[in-house]
């Protein structure tokens, strides 16, 4: 089970960068894929999450932390069994490790846990995004 997550590096306030997650060795089709930052000293936090597409519906449901929305934009593409995270404005508080995650969330639980780290299955290793001039 492997979950890769890459395209960090420097950017300017203002600027954008798109992170991409791999997923490998399970079937991440039927997991929700969460987004979490860590910066120096500071707690790991949940950033966005989208709903596995497995559900009767057939659509996703996203998530975004209070701090990203209208900024972030998050997706998944079950083919390719990637996500990704479009960043955009981005400003120095936003500079971090940036993980990506796999989880069987409920759907009933999805508003409330989606930030939980402790629901999360799979982790990937982090790439690391400084936002600076």
């Known amino acids: 089970v492997q979950l890769q997550a890459s395209g960090g590096g420097l950017v300017q306030p203002g600027g954008s960068l798109r992170l991409s997650c791999a997923a490998s060795g399970f079937n991440s089709h039927y997991y929700d894929i969460g987004w979490f930052r860590q910066a120096p000293g500071k707690e790991r936090e949940g950033v966005a999450l989208?709903?596995?597409?497995?559900?009767?519906?057939?659509?996703?449901?996203?998530y975004y932390a209070d701090s990203v929305k209208d900024r972030f934009t998050i997706s998944r593409d079950d083919a390719k069994k990637t996500s990704t995270l479009e960043m955009r404005i981005l400003k120095p508080e936003d500079t971090a490790v940036y993980y990506c995650a796999a989880a069987r969330i409920p759907p009933v639980f999805l508003a409330t846990k989606w930030y939980v780290r402790q629901v999360y299955d799979y982790w990937g290793q982090g790439t690391q995004v400084t936002v600076s001039s």
């Open positions: 989208i709903s596995s597409s497995s559900g009767s519906s057939g659509g996703t449901e996203t």
